[in-house]
């Protein structure tokens, strides 16, 4: 079955910087597009970045904008989410999910999650 | 505050029938297909419903999914004390972004 692992989160102080990683495998990672949701503490879903399958298009949540950066690596099925500047309100569980299109968009596989804590 | 509104709270016995709804606007659900997943505690949130109505291969058809106009609705029959989960629903704006409700808690009593 389609596996994804995410790795990188940790605790890290404000304005400081982290790179979350998502190993992907048993599917053709080049083949779907990908995308990071976070959830914070006791919070629901929300939606932080995609990237479309050769990483030459990306969208961003407004509140992570010009802060965060999302990209992959076809040839080693990885994706990675490059954030900085991260304020208090960026802790969270951040996800990465597959995303599909059929008649409409959805994310079909999740990872487990990496927990990213902004505090000093 | 999220973009899409959900119950935050809803509750049944078991063997009973749920619905949870999910309100957005012209720029969301009204010109996009919704999503539903579940989030049981602890865990990562889980495809439940795609394309308004449509279910994964192994999600039973207890559960089911509606949409009209600028909402969605999920229904849950026979309910069991493993659903007690958190539910969400998602869909895309007009951006291209993906917005979620912000979830519903669903107690089996």
């Known amino acids: 079955e389609v596996q994804l692992v995410e790795s990188g989160g940790g605790l890290v102080q404000p304005g400081g910087s982290l790179r979350l990683s998502c190993a992907a495998s048993r599917f053709t990672f080049s083949s779907y597009e990908m995308n990071w949701v976070r959830q914070a503490p006791g919070k629901g879903l929300e939606w932080v970045s995609y990237?479309?399958?050769?990483?030459?298009?990306?969208k961003y949540a407004d509140s992570v904008k010009g802060r965060f950066t999302i990209s992959r690596d076809n040839a080693k099925n990885s994706l990675h989410l490059q954030m900085n500047s991260l304020r208090a309100e960026d802790t969270a569980v951040y996800y990465c999910?597959?995303?599909?299109?059929?008649?409409?968009?959805?994310?079909?596989?999740w990872g487990q999650g990496t927990l990213v804590t902004v505090s000093s | 505050q999220s973009v899409l509104t959900q119950p935050p709270s809803v509750s049944a016995a078991p063997g009973q029938k749920v619905t949870i709804s999910c309100s957005g606007s012209?720029?969301?659900?009204?010109?996009?297909?919704v999503s539903w997943y579940q989030q049981l505690p602890g865990t990562a949130p889980k495809l439940l419903i795609y394309?308004?109505?449509k279910r994964p291969s192994g999600i039973p058809d207890r559960f089911s999914g509606s949409k009209s106009g600028t909402s969605a609705t999920l229904g849950i029959t026979g309910l069991q004390t493993g659903d007690e989960a958190d539910y969400y629903c998602g869909t895309w704006d007009s951006s291209l972004s993906a917005v979620f409700g912000g979830g519903t808690k669903l107690t089996v009593l």
């Open positions: 394309d308004n109505n």
């Open positions: 012209s720029s969301n659900i009204a010109n996009n297909y």
């Open positions: 990237i479309s399958r050769t990483g030459s298009s990306m």
């Open positions: 999910a597959r995303v599909i299109t059929t008649l409409g968009h959805y994310f079909d596989y």
